[in-house]
Structures are given as C-alpha cells and as structure tokens.
C-alpha cells in the first residue's frame, strides 16, 4: 500500500477541517449580530424558525454549532424547547449547503467559464482575493471576510488533496476489501456515525465520502447508508455541550439526535424495501459526488417534511423521555444567567450580555428613583423591594462580569470588543447606583424608626432635587439602552446642575441649622442623602460617557468632555442652562443676609432720630 497516499489523505482531511473551521468562525462574527436579530424575532410559527434555523446554518456553516448555541439559550432561560425544534430541522437543511459546493468538483468540461465553477479551479483566486484582503484591508470587517475567503480556499485545497489521495489508494486489493464491508448497509450506517462523531463534522465526513466517490468505487448502496449516519454523527457535538446543564437544555440535543435517527429509521427502512424486496438496480451502480450531495438534501429536507407536522408530539416524547427534576422545577435564577455554550457564537452572547446588561439598568434606574421616594414617604414594602433588588444586581453584576471576561477572550470583531469594554464598565456603575440605592432605604428606616422628618422648606428643595436626579437616571437607562449619543451628552450638564443642587441645598441646611429650625440629627441624615444623590448621578454620567466613548476614540472623547466641563462647547451651555431653569430651587435669604439687613436697617433708623 502506498504509505504517502494515506499521509496526503488525512493531511486533505486536517486541511479540510481547518479550513471550515477556520470559515465558520470568521463567519460566526461577520454574520453574529444578523444571527441574533433574526433569533430575536423568532415566533410560535415553526415555519419562520425553520427558515430562521436554515439562514443561521448557512451563515456559520455549522448546524452542531447553532445545536450548541440553542442548549446554552434554553439551558439560561432565554429560549423554550418547542421554540428550538423548528430551529433545529432548519439547520439540517442549511448545512447541505457544503456538500452542494463540493459537489462541484466534479465538473469537467472544456467551457472555460463551467470549468471555472470547479473549486478546484476558482480556490486559489479565492485565496489570493483573501489574502490582499487580510493584508491590506483597514477595516476589521473587510480582514474578516478575506479569512472567511482563505478558509474556503483551505477547505477546497483540502478536498483536493484528498481526492488524489484516494486514487491510489482505492487500486489496493485491501481496500478493496474494505468497501465491500460497506455493502452491508447497518455497518455502513455504523461507520458514517462513528467516523463523524470522531471528526465532529458531517460536512467534512461527506466531504471524504464525496471524494471517494471520483473514484468510481463508491455504490449508491454504499453511499445512502453512510451519509445517514453521518447526519446521525453530527450530535455527538451537541451530546458533549449538554454535560453540566439542566435537564430542559439536555432535551435540546436530544431532539436533534431522535430528529435524524427517526429520520434514518424512515429511510432505512425504504432503502431495505428497495434494495432487497423490490430488487432495484441502481444499488449497484457507481454514485457521484453530485448524487451525494442530491440524497445529502432529499435526507435532511424529506426528514422535515415528514415531522414538522408531529412537532408537538416530538416536544412530548423528549419530555417524557427526560423529565424535569422537581427541584429544578422550583423559583429561582439559572445557575448560569448566560450559559458559557454562547461562547460558541460570540456575537449571539454579546447581544445576550448587553440584554441583562440593560436589565441592570432598568432595575438600578428604578430603585434608586424609589429610595428618594422613600426618604420622603416611608413604605416598608418599597424598602424591601429596593433591597431584594440591590441582592439581584449584586448578583447579575457577577454573573455578567464572569461571562463578559470569558468572552472577551474570544475572537471577536471591534463592535463587540467596544461593547465589551463598554458593559464591563457599566455593570460596575449600576451596581454602586444600587448600592447608594440600599444605603438611602437605610437612611428612610432610621428616619421613620426615629421620627425625623423633613422642615417644609427642606422638603421642597428635596422634590426639586428628586425630580433632577430621576432626570439624570432617565437619561442614563436611555442612552445605555439605545446607544443614544444624543441622550448621553445630556447627561453632563445635568449632572453639573444636580451637583451645583446639592451644594445649595447643603448651605441652606447649615444656615437652618444656625436659625433652629432643623435638628442635628436631621442635618447628619440629609448630608448622607445629598451625598448618595451626588454619587447616583456621577455614576449616571460616567455610563453616558462610556455610550458616548464606544462611539469614538478615547483621545477624541476626553478631549470632548474636558471642553464640556469647561463650558466651551455651546451645546453644553444651552442644555445646563435649560436644566438649570427647570431644576431651580425656591428663593432663598440666608440668616447671615437677615441679620445685615436687619442691622442695615436699625442704622438708617438711628441716623433719622
């Protein structure tokens, strides 16, 4: 046997690998953000995830990792089972797209323009295109998409190898030998699984199935088998990613793996009635790489045709089959908000993150606006709330802060890295914004266990502030939540005008303090109050300045809002003193200003007498 063919047939078979792999990654980030927002819309209709679950396998060219991603959303609660199904069947679908490709190998023609179809032919225009591309291209995304062109060239390369490896390899009487085993159609069925669930790729398992079809040695009795059970091989991936997760998540690769099994008993069970009671010939004959790729399609599109309707009966079975513990049954939070499977799609798990993301936004926006409710009007039930909420945001701040350090590992384009850095600072923001939020309902607590209470002139100074400070949260939970840059830059000049509040409202209760008509007591409560709505909005604006930051260099943001601060930018100016207007605290005479007055007074009446 020639030693150097098999070398040149498992060296086509890493080329092959890498070059999907290497493919399917690059396009995992180009076509990330489109995967998540057609996810996003997905619907009860299992037609719309079933060109939803085709759409995403095209796009990352890989159904075992859309299978992967599905168990990490269902396994973090952001995905149903019965929405999972539909997805599933469309990505069987979407992945015969590779063995259409590959299929083209076989072409011969003298036509200049059809014997440029062969991959073989066109691969290494592709790689050049690419490589200028990776070289020479500024934008990420452009350099992205050349490695997306050098993959495929890879993979072509690879199969190209392989298909003049097995040349010489199939004149060997051994091998020979060997072929005839696959005659036998339940060990053909055998090998297809158990070869794809080494490799963990169906594409590249019918990939070397096509390959050895130029040969001629390969029968359609041969080749059916094979490639149903290298559809049967492809969930090994799915099987290895549901160790560790919940039994809900588990039943995700358990659906597609009784998918193609159900779809393989089906035909198998025709192909047996075919073959051996109705004696059909053509069992017999040579099969193409084209006619591969053909029953690759009739297999996995026949499958959905036949199941879609028994959807629900589906979800049934694989509930029955697994059901769920009752302690998983109870109220709670996931163990992981974000499953680590997300990884595998990391603009899907950036678009994730950046949901809980604006949750912690929205909750932090909330309790801080309740706790200056509370110090005004004591409810116990409000205080519990805002505590239960500084636990959860403790929590997801953890959580996010976790997932978004592993992620940030991943290869990923410069939008996400920017959203990344972006969130990283955030989530440490609204996590002290809640946290101010706590120590305000503590604040309330004491004030109502010790019965203090606000002067009315106190109180209404505290409206006007409450009403700037639910401002500047507004702003913030906007901007962070819609990437406004317009709603972040207003963020500044309110803050100005609530810090400029505070130290007002600060000297006014000092001279109170001086004339008697607020206690000590009060006045060390207030100050804390002052300085926690000082803090919120500080916290508000250095998130709106993250928004704004993500949308431009570092140098170009600092440079900004050290003009803003300085008051040389006119928008700042117009917009401070718009808020100034609306948050202005009542008129004011401070003691010191009554008693010259008063002596001012005194004196003129004296100089009269």
């Avoid at 396994?75 to 259409?100: D, E, F, R, Y």
């Avoid at 004011?588 to 004196?603: A, G, S």
Wanted: charged share 20%.
């Amino acid at each position: 046997m020639d030693i150097y063919a098999i070398f040149t047939l498992c060296g086509g078979l890493a080329f092959f690998l890498f070059g999907m792999n290497l493919m399917s990654g690059n396009l995992k980030k180009v076509a990330g953000g489109k995967m998540q927002g057609t996810l996003e819309r997905l619907t009860s209709s299992p037609a719309k995830g079933l060109m939803l679950g085709a759409v995403i396998t095209i796009a990352i060219q890989s159904s075992s990792a859309l299978t992967v991603m599905l168990v990490g959303l269902v396994n973090s609660g952001l995905m149903q089972l019965a929405q999972t199904v539909p997805v599933i069947m469309g990505s069987n679908i979407g992945t015969t797209l590779t063995s259409w490709i590959l299929s083209l190998n076989g072409i011969e023609s003298d036509n200049f323009f059809i014997s440029m179809l062969k991959p073989e032919n066109f691969a290494p225009i592709v790689a050049l295109v690419g490589v200028i591309m990776v070289l020479a291209a500024k934008s990420s995304k452009k350099r992205d998409f050349g490695t997306i062109l050098c993959g495929f060239a890879i993979l072509m390369y690879g199969m190209t190898m392989m298909s003049s490896a097995v040349g010489p390899i199939a004149q060997e009487p051994g091998f020979q030998k060997a072929l005839v085993a696959f005659s036998n159609p339940f060990l053909a069925l055998l090998v297809g699984v158990a070869f794809t669930g080494v490799i963990q790729s169906s594409a590249a398992a019918i990939g070397v199935l096509q390959a050895l079809a130029l040969t001629g040695n390969i029968s359609f009795g041969m080749a059916i088998p094979l490639v149903m059970g290298a559809n049967i091989g492809t969930c090994v991936t799915a099987l290895l990613s549901a160790i560790g997760v919940s039994r809900r998540a588990k039943r995700v690769s358990l659906i597609h793996v009784w998918l193609n099994i159900i779809g393989a008993a089906i035909f198998m069970t025709l192909y047996l009635v075919l073959r051996y009671i109705a004696g059909m010939p053509f069992f017999e004959e040579a099969i193409s790489s084209f006619e591969i790729a053909v029953f690759h399609s009739i297999f996995n599109v026949g499958t959905v045709l036949i199941l879609l309707p028994f959807t629900k009966a589906l979800v049934r079975l694989i509930e029955r089959m697994l059901p769920v513990l009752p302690e998983e049954n109870k109220a709670g939070r996931p163990a992981e908000l974000l499953d680590r499977r997300l990884l595998v799609t990391p603009s899907v798990a950036v678009s994730h993150a950046r949901e809980k993301a604006v949750e912690m936004a929205q909750l932090a926006k909330e309790a801080f606006s309740d706790s200056i409710r509370v110090v005004m009007e004591y409810d116990e039930e409000r205080v519990r709330k805002i505590l239960d909420t500084e636990d959860y945001l403790d929590y997801l701040e953890d959580q996010l802060d976790t997932f978004l350090i592993r992620l940030s590992a991943q290869e990923l384009t410069e939008e996400d890295s920017n959203a990344i850095s972006e969130m990283l600072h955030a989530i440490n923001d609204l996590e002290r914004i809640s946290d101010h939020a706590a120590n305000m309902a503590a604040v309330a607590t004491r004030m109502h266990e010790d019965k203090l209470s606000f002067s009315d002139k106190a109180a209404a100074e505290m409206a006007v502030l409450e009403g700037a400070v639910n401002r500047e949260l507004d702003v913030m939970y906007r901007a962070f939540s819609e990437e406004n840059r317009e709603q972040a830059l207003a963020a500044e000049p309110l803050r100005e005008v609530i810090d400029k509040l505070v130290r007002e409202m600060k000297n006014r209760h000092i001279d109170r303090l001086q004339t008697g008509e607020c206690s000590g007591e009060m006045g060390v409560v207030l100050n804390d109050i002052l300085t926690y709505c000082g803090r919120a909005a500080d916290l508000s604006s250095n998130i709106c300045v993250s928004v704004v930051q993500i949308q431009s260099s570092s140098l170009e943001v600092h440079s900004f809002m050290d003009r803003l601060r300085a008051g040389e930018e006119p928008e700042f100016v117009h917009e401070y003193e718009k808020f100034e207007e609306e948050y202005r605290l009542a008129p004011y005479t401070p003691l010191k200003v009554k008693k010259k007055k008063k002596k001012d007074k005194k004196k003129e009446k004296d100089k009269k007498k």
